[in-house]
Each structure stands twice: as C-alpha cells, then as structure tokens.
C-alpha cells in the first residue's frame, strides 16, 4: 500500500457542501463526477498533494445515504492506493479481511475500487484504489 488517495466525506447536499469547502480551501473542486453504480454523486478537491473526495447520495438505497442516517454526515471512508489491486485483495483476503467486493470495480476519478469492511478494520471503512492506466 502506498499512500493515503484521499479521504471520503458524506454529505447530505453536495451543492451545499461545495461551497462550503470551495471557501475552506479557497478553491473550486476540480472534478465532479456521478458514479451510478454506487449511487453518489462526488467531487473531489486538491489541497496540496492530498485529496477530498464529498459524496452524497443519488437515491436512498446507497450506502452513503444509509451512513448518513445511522451516523450523520462526516467522514466516509480513507481510500489507500496501491499498485496491484488485485494482488492487494488477494493478500488481504488471506489475512481475514472481509473484502465488499468480489472483484475491483470502476470508481470515480478513473480508479478501479474495492472496499474493506470497517468491521474487520476498527470501524473505519477502507477503499483500496488503483491508478486506471
Ligand atoms: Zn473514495
């Protein structure tokens, strides 16, 4: 695993949100993006080297829809890059880590994904992202 991709925040409006975060960082996202497949719709930030991703829900069956309902809006998800994604779940898999998905899956901002249950993690949900080359 390399370094920390970026850090995934809940919103309840990413319009909203936006704003806020244009004014902390005194900057406009540089990308925003809806992701059907996880039913969120994203933008991401740059502040320096590192990167915030928001994400709100499309329809109340995504999971960050439900996240926000059991826990209020915050922090998500730490996302890790790596090299070799496949290579990562396989280890991790081996060390006990309950994987979410079978095999990586397109994510925003050009990556492929997998995510680490926060039960097997402290409570702290891990997506795992490669580079899309
Ligand atoms: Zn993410």
Request: proline share 3%.
């Amino acid at each position: 695993m390399n370094k920390i991709e970026h850090l995934g925040i809940a919103v309840k409006d990413l319009e909203a949100a936006n704003t806020i975060y244009a004014k902390l960082f005194n900057q406009q996202p540089y990308k925003t993006e809806v992701v059907e497949s996880e039913g969120v719709s994203t933008s991401f930030f740059k502040v320096g080297e590192n990167k915030i991703e928001l994400l709100e829900a499309t329809n109340p069956d995504s999971a960050i829809a439900k996240f926000i309902e059991k826990k209020g809006e915050g922090i998500h998800h730490v996302a890790f890059d790596v090299e070799d994604i496949y290579a990562e779940m396989e280890r991790l898999r081996k060390e006990g880590f309950t994987i979410l998905n079978e095999t990586p899956k397109k994510g925003a901002d050009n990556k492929l994904v997998c995510f680490i249950h926060p039960k097997s993690t402290n409570g702290v949900l891990i997506e795992l992202c490669q580079e899309i080359k």
